[in-house]
């Protein structure tokens, strides 16, 4: 008979249902690690593909000139989607919209906006897509620090608050706001309101970015609860790093991909997650950081804070070299 730590018998049935608990957990921590991501990522899109064209016509992309937003354009055009491009840059939107029918042979509608501004936009914008049949919103505008800071020590704070809420969250609520309604009455519609890995995880000196897409992630989750059964679908995607300007990351690599393999990823899983971080590699890095901030929160958030710290030094010795430049 086996004893325990003290010399003392164990009984061989507490010994069994020790070891069948321990392989059970085991098995646990295989399936969520591995057997489920490998069912979300490869099994489940196979069978739960989006014919995006059913449910209408056009498409609409805000910040469709760069990175992911320019993607999910190409990508929704690639599936026979007509594309609104909205963005504030008349140049790059004329150049992607030429580039779009061009390669994909579709048609397109460019509207020239800067959602850091007022209220007017709105109207320009609903003046403008008045008559079309949208069947998919990539809600994507959005904008960030220029470099990780701390709260009170944010540049032109007033200026940046405000700047952050309109085009992160204003932006979201409004454009949805305006294209939901003829969704519901037709009872079919795509919603994709683009999040942050940095509102589920840790997220130190990027606090009030941070907070604006934890927004997102709440209002795509009442407004899924709301409206599911109007066959509407849903889903908040929470991206880590991605080579584009906003990241400032130039080279892909397995946990920062290229905006073309992100949006891949994310629009296969449409019809398969309401909230997903839409990269296996990024939800992989937010599961374990979020284990090692609750097994220990003290050195989770160093970690964090330690890597932002470095980001910061590295861009305001960056900054100050090229103002060196400009001074001489």
Known sequence: MQTDFYGMPVHPTIVALGNLSACLFF???????FLVPFYTYVIAPKFHRVNFKAYGKWALVTGCTDGIGKEYARQLAAAGCDIVLVSRSMEKLQATAQEIETEFNVATKIIQVDFTAGDEIYQTIEKEIAGLQIGTLVNNVGISYSYPEY????????????KLLKANIVSVTRMTHMVLPAMVARERG???NIGSASSIIPSPMLTV?????????KFTEGLD???????????CVMPGFVCSNMSGIRRSSLF?????DFVRSALSLVAVEKRTPGYYPHEFFV???????????HFGVW????SMQNSRLKCLKKMKRQTGKLGA
């Open 190 to 192: 795509i919603v994709i």
């Open 256 to 260: 920062a991909p290229s905006a073309k």
């Open 287 to 297: 599961h374990c950081l979020n284990i090692i901030s609750k097994s220990s929160y």
């Open 209 to 217: 970015y941070a907070a604006t897409k934890a927004y997102v992630d």
């Open 27 to 33: 098995f646990y921590i295989c399936c969520k690690a």
């Open 225 to 235: 609860m709301e409206y599911y059964k109007k066959n509407i679908l849903f889903q």
């Open 151 to 162: 709260f009170l020590d944010l540049v032109e704070m007033n200026k940046v608050f405000e």
């Open 303 to 306: 970690m964090v804070t330690k």
